[in-house]
């Protein structure tokens, strides 16, 4: 079953635009439109040259912009730095590693480019109010996407968004959360602001 996030709100008429941003702005900060750094925290990291791999273990915590992603484990695929990154459109971002323990190996240079991130484990992407959980994300930056998979729940205040993957094109600021089928079906609970909240809102 397939449902985008916006269509699925107003067919429960309630809050369309909340339940799209809930999604989207939890995902924002690592767009690769974005002009800030990322910052990744780690008990370890492994450097993995000949991959282009950097692979950041226990309690990694990422940071772009006002967007944050926890998870027990993050590869980072960055591009040969003998070759240029291919041309398509966007700015892939430097890479800034920080490690409390390291467990071998150079921390990847600076300036290396991220061709792609996979998240393993207890994913947690948080913006303010608005967070997305799941058991494994994968940020596409050549594609300018990010995929959360394994138990998706995304919530913003009392607005929760259950199923199995969400999808989310940071270029289109759009994103589809579907279910994988067998009886599974997508969920969500959108609870209406207080009238007098309502009106004071709509004479803003």
Known sequence: MRLTIAAFAVLALAAPATAQQAVTSAFSGF???????????????????????????????????????????????????????????????????????????????????????????????????????????????QANTADLTGGVVVTQGDNVIRGDRLHVNLTTQTSRIESSGGGGRVQGVFKPKPRDQAASGAKN
Not at 53 to 59: L, M, Q, R, V
Not at 93 to 102: A, D, L, R, S, Y
């Open 31 to 141: 767009s690769v439109r974005s002009d800030e750094p990322t910052n990744v925290e780690a008990d370890n990291l492994e450097v993995r040259d000949q991959e282009h791999a950097a692979i950041f273990s226990g309690n990694v915590v990422m940071k772009q912009g006002i967007s944050t992603l926890q998870t027990r484990k993050l590869t980072i695929y960055y591009y040969d730095k003998d070759k240029p990154a291919p041309a398509a459109g966007n700015a892939p971002k430097p890479i800034q590693g920080e490690t409390k323990n390291p467990s071998g190996g150079a921390k990847p240079e600076s300036g290396r480019d991220i061709r792609k991130m996979e998240a393993e484990g207890d994913v947690v992407v948080t913006q303010n109010d608005q967070k997305a959980t799941g058991a494994r994300g994968v940020f596409d930056t």
